[in-house]
């Protein structure tokens, strides 16, 4: 059955605006109810205010992004990240479970859990182990592992597993806009021509957003054949080197410039390769990749283009 009434957390964020779209879309008669940006401000770690929230909202489904995303801001803010994360997390499932037991939560989870298990140098699917490597990715995994005990209780969620995504509107926070804001603004003739980067060796597995996005309105559809705690991985199974992404955005804008290593822009671990499976979410959602790379980059830098002339 189609979803009635959908709460959406994370409802201010770089996903959420890809995502509202394309819920609309494949249920045009739900009611989307936010949390987050112009929505309702409510404190995912005060439960009792979040209960009664919820409890008013009565959805059916929830899909929740809400989260302390960047792996820096976590680090530096780990209690915060910890009560986002994982508390918030606990209580919004319980919120659901006492408003409406059948209610389904569709988890934004990480690929980051898997941290030191992109070690063995394979693509993993979801039968990886959670190994996480820093704050963020602990707490995603703890919030993760918890849901999928509450699942044995009756929970209905689904608990997907991104790797790295971008596309227009993320914040320079992450690593694809904060190359393309700094090649925008050396092709606009606003900053000197150095770049400053983290490593550029690694490899990572990149999805446009609203790839991403598409495979969890999938998992929403069909919700009512999967099993509590259902995990899918959302990959595309290409890893890519880090440099070359840089690289392909200066080609892009006609830019050359000096690179620089910057030693706060580097993790203490770093893994060399990191790419996901998702067989599963293939045979089972009927999803796949339908954005060309070429296209994200070029459209992420056609944002930081628009938003530097903006600037100016």
Same mark, same amino acid.
């Given at each position: 059955?189609?979803?009635?009434?959908?709460?959406?957390?994370? @409802?201010?964020?770089?996903?959420?605006?890809?995502?509202?779209?394309?819920?609309?879309?494949?249920?045009?008669?739900?009611?989307?109810?936010?949390?987050? !940006?112009?929505?309702?401000?409510?404190?995912?770690?005060?439960?009792?205010?979040?209960?009664?929230?919820?409890?008013?909202?009565?959805?059916?489904?929830? #899909?929740?992004?809400?989260?302390?995303?960047?792996?820096?801001?976590?680090?530096?803010?780990?209690?915060?990240?910890?009560?986002?994360?994982?508390? +918030?997390?606990?209580?919004?499932?319980?919120?659901?479970?006492?408003?409406?037991?059948?209610?389904?939560?569709?988890?934004?989870?990480?690929?980051?859990?898997?941290?030191?298990?992109?070690?063995?140098?394979?693509?993993?699917?979801?039968? !990886?182990?959670?190994?996480?490597?820093?704050?963020?990715?602990?707490?995603?995994?703890?919030?993760?592992?918890?849901?999928?005990?509450?699942?044995?209780? !009756?929970?209905? #969620?689904?608990?997907?597993?991104?790797?790295?995504?971008?596309?227009?509107?993320?914040?320079?926070?992450?690593?694809?806009?904060?190359?393309?804001?700094?090649?925008?603004?050396?092709?606009?003739?606003?900053?000197?021509?150095?770049?400053?980067?983290?490593?550029?060796?690694?490899?990572?597995?990149?999805?446009?957003?609203?790839?991403?996005?598409?495979?969890?309105?999938?998992?929403?559809?069909?919700?009512?054949?999967?099993?509590? +705690?259902?995990?899918?991985?959302?990959?595309?199974?290409?890893?890519?080197?880090?440099?070359?992404?840089?690289?392909?955005?200066?080609?892009?804008?006609?830019?050359?410039?000096?690179?620089?290593?910057?030693?706060?822009?580097?993790?203490?671990?770093?893994?060399?390769?990191?790419?996901?499976? @998702?067989?599963?979410?293939?045979?089972?959602?009927?999803?796949?990749?339908?954005?060309?790379?070429?296209?994200?980059?070029?459209?992420?830098?056609?944002?930081?283009?628009?938003? #530097?002339?903006?600037?100016?």
């Amino acid at each position: 059955m189609a979803p009635r009434r959908i709460l959406l957390t994370g @409802a201010g964020g770089f996903v959420a605006g890809h995502l509202r779209p394309l819920l609309r879309a494949a249920f045009p008669a739900a009611a989307i109810i936010e949390m987050g !940006g112009q929505g309702a401000k409510v404190d995912l770690a005060d439960g009792p205010a979040l209960a009664q929230f919820v409890a008013e909202a009565a959805p059916d489904a929830c #899909v929740h992004l809400a989260a302390v995303t960047a792996v820096p801001a976590a680090n530096a803010d780990p209690d915060t990240a910890w009560r986002i994360n994982l508390m +918030g997390t606990l209580s919004l499932a319980r919120a659901l479970q006492a408003a409406n037991p059948a209610a389904v939560l569709l988890f934004a989870s990480s690929a980051e859990i898997y941290g030191r298990s992109f070690a063995a140098g394979v693509a993993l699917d979801e039968s !990886g182990l959670p190994a996480p490597m820093n704050t963020y990715a602990a707490t995603k995994a703890a919030a993760d592992l918890a849901l999928g005990a509450m699942a044995a209780t !009756g929970l209905r #969620v689904i608990r997907m597993r991104p790797f790295n995504h971008t596309g227009p509107g993320q914040p320079p926070s992450f690593v694809v806009p904060a190359f393309a804001r700094q090649v925008a603004r050396i092709a606009a003739g606003v900053q000197a021509p150095v770049l400053q980067v983290g490593a550029l060796d690694p490899y990572r597995d990149f999805l446009d957003v609203r790839d991403v996005c598409a495979a969890y309105v999938a998992a929403l559809q069909k919700a009512d054949a999967l099993a509590p +705690g259902a995990v899918f991985n959302v990959a595309s199974g290409t890893p890519r080197r880090i440099g070359d992404i840089l690289a392909a955005l200066m080609a892009m804008a006609g830019v050359k410039a000096e690179v620089s290593t910057g030693a706060g822009l580097l993790r203490r671990a770093e893994i060399p390769t990191a790419s996901g499976d @998702a067989a599963a979410a293939r045979a089972v959602l009927g999803w796949a990749p339908a954005i060309a790379w070429e296209q994200t980059l070029a459209d992420v830098l056609a944002d930081w283009q628009e938003r #530097v002339a903006q600037e100016r």
